[in-house]
């Protein structure tokens, strides 16, 4: 028997316990007899370096949140930047001795890093060269083959991992297992509760946005509804974030009728299709959702057929207004500068979203960024790019650029979002500073 230590990474936001290494501990411990353990060193990052926000998130009184968060981020981003910085250069990040050291005192056998985000990379590639007496593998969608060559060895899924610990294939695998949180101290994360990340299916059911990678290559399974609710039992919390990136309405409804008894405060994240009527909502309202996080995208019926999202704006309207009839906040997820969208086009969606500001309760914006193995990297003459870039990076994948035949370029798209700013800042009925940390605004709708 073998000890597995497995490794979430800075840097992201350390409002929640990660699913993924979640996941992968509890499938490999209904499915092996090694010892399993995990280590959010993620979490442990924040609480060294900013311990005085650490206090203030839990407690949970936030008359200056705003402030507070702007001033939070923002040292974050210093932090972020200066620690990859030094990665780059060859020198060792901050409070690395102290993280290697959690990680031996753990005495492990096996350390398995998931590397989620590009920038869990930098971390990943210096702990790795400071662990060279114990094994380390790594896996996730942000592997590059600059781990590659650090690590010992690079495995694809669990199914692999699975095998590569025990040795030897297993024909009679559990996967109708529980998603077992107990493993963290949850009352550790920077949020007044525990905001527990559920995933209900195997991928996206639509699986055609133009613009996503999200494991087009997984094929969409439901999982059962039974092991959902052990896994929220077993978590012993009432606020849940439904991380799947789209649930059609009929699974949806399947899923509140499951939720209901348990008196949850829930989140999830969807499509704004016609098929979420008033009656649907009222459902999902009563089973405990109290936000939805809205795929809008854009205002203009051109752009959102070139996305091929599946979606219209008369549609999106409507929906947008029964949530809020019957109580539920609206989070709109926007997209800035798709390729060929033009300057006109960009101020239709903000005078779609000053028309509809009574509906909306806080606006999630971005700006286009081309990735690979999306349907427009694949084809991308389609959508009006004439050429890809590709720039090399030390530690990261090379970074992609594009140019396009018209429309705005990102630049341009970006100097349009901040001359709108004040207009967006008009519509958030929550602080801007939420899109950070939207774990919390879950706690106070």
Excluded at 65 to 73: I, R, S
Excluded at 368 to 377: C, E, M, P, R
């Amino acid at each position: 028997m073998k000890k597995i230590l497995l490794i979430y990474l800075p840097f992201c936001t350390p409002a929640s316990p990660p699913y993924s290494l979640t996941n992968l501990y509890s499938f490999l411990k209904a499915n092996s007899k090694h010892k399993i353990d995990i280590l959010d060193l993620n979490l442990e990052f924040h609480k060294i370096k900013f311990p005085k926000y650490h206090e203030y998130y839990k407690k949970g009184k936030w008359n200056d949140y705003a402030e507070v968060t702007a001033e939070f981020k923002k040292l974050c981003s210093k932090a972020y930047s200066e620690n990859n910085k030094k990665v780059v250069l060859g020198k060792k990040p901050e409070l690395l001795n102290k993280l290697v050291k959690q990680i031996k005192d753990k005495k492990p056998d096996i350390v398995a890093f998931s590397i989620v985000y590009s920038s869990q990379a930098f971390y990943a590639h210096s702990i790795m060269k400071e662990l060279k007496d114990i094994e380390c593998v790594i896996g996730g969608p942000a592997v590059n083959d600059k781990l590659k060559k650090v690590a010992d060895k690079t495995l694809k899924n669990e199914l692999e991992f699975l095998e590569y610990i025990n040795k030897t294939k297993n024909d009679k695998l559990k996967f109708n297992y529980t998603t077992d949180f107990s493993v963290y101290k949850l009352n550790d994360y920077f949020s007044p509760c525990a905001v527990i990340p559920i995933k209900t299916s195997s991928t996206c059911y639509y699986k055609k946005c133009a613009f996503c990678s999200h494991f087009t290559d997984i094929p969409y399974c439901e999982y059962p509804l039974k092991t959902i609710k052990e896994t929220i039992l077993l978590s012993k919390q009432n606020h849940l974030f439904v991380i799947d990136d789209m649930i059609h309405a009929k699974r949806l409804l399947e899923i509140a009728e499951m939720l209901k008894p348990l008196k949850v405060k829930w989140t999830c994240q969807l499509k704004p299709t016609k098929e979420f009527t008033i009656d649907v909502l009222k459902k999902l309202k009563e089973s405990g959702l109290r936000m939805i996080m809205w795929g809008v995208e854009s205002g203009n019926n051109r752009i959102l057929k070139l996305m091929n999202k599946g979606t219209n704006k008369k549609d999106v309207i409507k929906v947008l207004e029964n949530a809020k009839k019957v109580g539920i906040a609206n989070i709109a997820y926007m997209l800035y500068g798709f390729p060929s969208e033009t300057k006109e086009e960009f101020i239709e969606t903000m005078e779609f979203l000053k028309d509809n500001e009574k509906n909306i309760d806080l606006v999630s914006s971005s700006i286009f960024g081309l990735q690979k193995d999306t349907a427009i990297y694949k084809n991308p003459r389609k959508f009006g790019i004439t050429k890809i870039n590709k720039e090399k990076r030390t530690i990261l994948e090379p970074k992609i650029s594009y140019e396009v035949k018209k429309g705005l370029t990102q630049k341009q798209a970006n100097k349009l979002r901040d001359k709108y700013k004040k207009t967006i800042n008009k519509i958030n009925k929550y602080p801007k500073e939420m899109n950070y940390f939207r774990e919390h605004m879950l706690s106070l709708v």
